[in-house]
């Protein structure tokens, strides 16, 4: 997504809780830049935003792609884990877009926020990840409504399966516990294959061009057709 953004000639900033990646990313790379935060860290969201403008001066669109999530039956819930999901996949967004906002209200931006077939699917295991991407798309039609005024824009992408590191690095599932939930999902898509990065990405770059300046408070699901079986 980066990558198609700043090759389309957006200066783009990326963030992440690992500097490492984030220098492989932009090394070399004129229109692409980084700051180190953490969406669960409700004081990064204001020095991120500040930083930007520091930068570059004006802020056009702002994506949430920051996710978190943890397979959680209901007998083993804590307040923890569940606030753990929530920091991130609730919290995070809605505290970036606060201090977005006066930015994005100057250019007339626009908002894409990254949901998740499970943000309108059922799926055992999964009810605090499920219902923390079920409140982000509801935020999502609320905030359409809310900022249409300010000729700002709100969307989502809700996307899985999708091949990333998620499973392991932000769900916590060993190798083998992946592949087990990789080969159920590929069994369940009726494309038959998991997503890649950019069957994701190009849908973020199109709802956040032009091209759709006549689309807000809309969820498109990127999936493989998940979502209907």
């Known amino acids: 997504m980066a990558l198609r953004l700043a090759e389309s000639g957006a200066k ?19 229109h692409l830049d980084f700051v180190v935060a953490d969406a669960a860290n409700p004081d990064d969201a204001p020095r991120l935003i500040d930083t930007v403008i520091e930068r570059w001066g004006r802020l056009d669109v702002l994506v949430n792609n920051a996710g978190a999530g943890a397979i959680l039956p209901v007998e083993n819930v804590t307040l ?10 609730v919290f995070g967004p809605s505290l970036l877009v606060r201090a977005a906002l006066p930015h994005l209200k100057a250019t ?43 000729r700002m824009r709100v969307n989502a992408v ?3 399966p999708t091949e990333t ?8 599932l060993s190798d083998e516990q992946a592949e087990s939930v990789k080969a159920q999902e590929r069994r369940r898509i009726p494309l038959e294959r998991r997503g ?21 408070g809309q969820v498109i699901t990127v999936d493989g057709g998940l979502s209907i079986t």
Do not use: Q
């Open 196 to 216: 890649i990065r950019d069957d994701v990405a190009a849908w973020i770059v199109l709802l956040a061009s032009d091209v759709a300046n006549w689309i807000t």
């Open 80 to 89: 923890m884990a569940i606030t753990e999901i929530f920091a991130v996949n």
């Open 158 to 160: 809700a996307a899985d």
């Open 12 to 30: 783009v900033v990326v963030t992440g809780r690992r500097a490492e990646p984030l220098k492989t990313l932009t090394e070399g790379r004129e």
């Open 108 to 150: 007339g931006g626009n908002i894409v926020n990254v949901s998740s077939t499970f943000g309108h699917k059922a799926a055992a295991a999964l009810s605090h990840y499920a219902a923390s991407k079920a409140a982000l798309e509801h935020m999502t039609r609320c905030w359409a409504l809310e900022l249409a005024n300010h």
């Open 165 to 172: 590191e998620f499973l392991r690095e932000r769900m916590g």
